[in-house]
């Protein structure tokens, strides 16, 4: 986690980015984002929110605004999200007994509403209604074998570049294990997948045409 007073890195990443393009931002925090909606004579072309705060953001955010989250924008960069969104498709298959492999690639001291080891799991436990068993691979602990898992759930690999985040990749698919990313499956166990892709077109064909399939 961020020590206090300090914002974490995809939301430093991406408003150096913004300031480098020149764009125009408005950094608050959700409890201020009505007041500012309704303040802005011009909306905005697009919303940023962090991933623990997707259901209020939305439902504050008029539909007609693009809407994302900071581990999506990483997801993007850094990672591959037809990759991604493939491997939400074994969210719905799982079983009792299930092994999950949370992959995060930072070794941070967790706190207690972490949201590799203590959020997720318990979306995913309530999504699902099964007894899943989840495992951590912290830093660049990570199995060379991962055909034992059903999932892979990746961190948005803020502190490593992306060759670290595409070897990961690589090896789950070599080894046909699902992938997918914190970001992504944040939003799809809380029902807002669909808006928070909506902003990446090829993306957004790319889960219709799994969702038509399924």
Avoid at 20 to 33: F, N, R, S, W
Avoid at 36 to 51: E, G, H, N, R, Y
Avoid at 86 to 106: F, H, K, S, V
Avoid at 109 to 128: A, F, S, V
Wanted: glycine share 6%.
């Amino acid at each position: 986690e961020a020590p206090q007073g300090r914002i974490i890195q995809p939301q430093s990443l991406a408003l150096r980015e913004l300031l480098d393009h020149g764009v125009v931002t408005l950094v608050l925090q959700d409890k201020e984002l009505l007041f500012a909606l309704q303040s802005f004579k011009i909306p905005p072309q697009l919303v940023v929110t962090d991933s623990q705060a997707f259901q209020h953001v939305s439902a504050t955010v008029p539909t007609e605004i693009p809407l994302t989250s900071f581990s999506i924008l990483m997801a993007r960069q850094r990672g591959d999200l037809t990759i991604y969104l493939q491997g939400l498709g074994a969210i719905p298959t799982l079983q009792d007994g299930d092994r999950i492999l949370i992959a995060e690639l930072c070794s941070h001291r967790p706190i207690g509403e972490d949201i590799g080891r203590i959020k997720i799991p318990q979306w995913l436990t309530k999504n699902t209604g099964k007894s899943l068993q989840f495992e951590i691979a912290s830093g660049k602990d990570f199995p060379n074998d991962l055909t034992a898992f059903k999932l892979i759930i990746q961190c948005g690999g803020c502190m490593v570049n992306r060759a670290m985040i595409q070897s990961r990749l690589k090896q789950a698919r070599e080894q046909n294990v699902p992938i997918t990313n914190y970001g992504l499956a944040i939003a799809h166990l809380q029902g807002i997948l669909p808006r928070a892709i909506l902003p990446f077109p090829d993306a957004y064909r790319v889960w219709e045409s799994l969702r038509a399939k399924s």
